[in-house]
């Protein structure tokens, strides 16, 4: 597991969409209490298996997986439990922790949007810089992504292919292996468009009127509404990041948020992170 320190603590930074119109990402001021190391890639295949003896694909890769990220995971698979409780021994989480003794976790939607920007605040941008701007946001020429839209523009839910594994597979129509494009200026890669990765955030569509906490970046739940795993207030679903391998570009930036939707867990994948205390 490669990691790298993301120097956040006391940082004022803004998170958000200074263009939101629906005020579910708003442009909002966030100061990270603590530092914290986050995955260079995404969890991998071959991690899970070796973490957890087994492993979950919808894809086929016949015989090249090991180092494509991991999906077909909903978060209480690979929790055991969901935030505010711990993970379970059993779980990959529980196990990881056990093998390792330090406490990785998923990271809190702040956590993932101030290393996805990775100095780029207050803009709508990917994961080298470049400004999604209105009018532009076909232009991928800027921006090297995995997934469906390396090297093209524009192929999108709805054509032939759109729902076929075999149509996906490949470097640069389906699940990158990672670390085959461009990282962010802060060494991180596959931020965008290779599998949604989840947070621990239950989803709210107005961020900032529901979790009191917003400013430190703490992870949208009360505990007490959702510390029984079934309720929340957002339905039970999370925050996903990064869109993924299906997704349209203009909702890939670092800015934007989206919920899981339970059964379409094979959109979703993990990026781990270890608090600094």
Same mark, same amino acid.
């Given at each position: ?5 993301i120097?956040?603590?006391g940082?004022?930074?803004y ?7 629906s005020?579910?990402a708003?442009?909002h001021?966030?100061?990270l209490?603590?530092?914290y190391?986050? $995955?260079?890639?995404?969890?991998t295949?071959?991690?899970?298996f070796?973490i %957890?003896?087994?492993? *979950? !694909?919808?894809?086929?890769y ?7 990220p991991?999906?077909?995971y909903k ?8 935030y505010p ?8 989480l529980?196990?990881?922790?056990q ?21 780029h ?7 080298n810089?470049a400004v ?5 946001v076909?232009?991928?020429?800027k921006?090297?992504l ?9 192929v ?10 075999? $149509?996906?597979?490949g ?8 670390? %085959?494009?461009?990282? *962010? !200026?802060?060494?991180?890669y596959d931020m965008?468009?290779n599998v949604g ?9 107005d961020l ?10 703490a ?8 510390a029984?795993g ?11 990041r ?6 349209y570009?203009e909702?890939a ?7 899981d939707?339970?059964?379409a867990k ?7 992170v270890?608090?600094i205390?």
């Open positions: 597991l490669v990691c790298r320190r120097c956040a603590k940082v004022t930074w998170m958000g969409d200074p263009e939101d119109k005020k579910t708003p442009k001021e966030v100061t209490p603590k530092d190391f986050i $995955g260079v890639f995404e969890l295949q071959a991690q899970m070796n %957890s003896g087994w492993r *979950s !694909s919808f894809f086929s016949e015989g090249d997986w090991a180092m494509r991991v999906e077909n978060l209480t698979d690979f929790r055991g439990a969901l409780l711990s993970p379970t021994d059993a779980s990959p529980g196990k990881l922790r093998v390792t003794g330090l406490d990785f976790e998923i990271p809190s939607e702040a956590q993932w949007e101030f290393a996805g920007r990775s100095g605040y207050g803009v709508r941008e990917w994961n810089g999604c701007a209105s009018g532009d076909w232009n991928m020429a921006c090297k995995p997934g469906r839209f390396a090297g093209n523009s524009g999108g839910m709805g054509q032939a292919d759109s729902y076929s594994p075999d $149509g996906y597979l470097a640069t129509n389906g699940t990158a292996i990672v670390g %085959s494009y461009e990282p *962010s !200026s802060w060494g991180l965008h468009c990765e989840c947070c621990l955030d239950w989803y709210v569509d900032l009127s529901t979790n009191p906490n917003w400013a430190t970046g992870p949208n739940c009360d505990g007490q509404t959702c029984d079934k309720t929340s207030p957002a339905q039970n679903s999370h925050v996903v990064g869109s993924d391998y299906g997704g570009p909702v930036g670092s800015h934007c948020r989206a919920k939707y339970g059964a094979k959109w979703y994948g993990f990026r781990l270890l608090p205390e």
